[in-house]
């Protein structure tokens, strides 16, 4: 399963507080050139919950883990 996570503001049309996942396939670079280009750490993610694409890129700073405690 792969990890969740909640945006912290609004970005790419998607309102704050939307749940998105870590993308668990190779996203072809797409995260490391937007770090390199923006100066701005990106990792890839999706708003699927298996982790599934399609996935786009998001800055890190805008994601904060979140932990279920319902095992």
């Known amino acids: 399963m792969a ?3 909640k945006l912290k503001h609004i970005y790419d ?6 749940v998105v996942y870590d993308l668990v396939q190779y996203d072809y670079g797409l995260a490391n050139d937007d770090t390199r ?3 701005i750490e990106h990792t890839s993610v999706t708003l699927k919950e ?3 694409p ?3 890129t998001c800055p890190v700073h805008l994601l904060y883990q979140v932990i279920d405690n319902d095992k």
């Open 3 to 5: 990890t969740k996570f």
């Open 13 to 18: 049309g998607l309102p704050a507080g939307t």
């Open 37 to 39: 280009s923006t100066g």
């Open 50 to 52: 298996d982790g599934g």
């Open 54 to 56: 399609p996935g786009f």
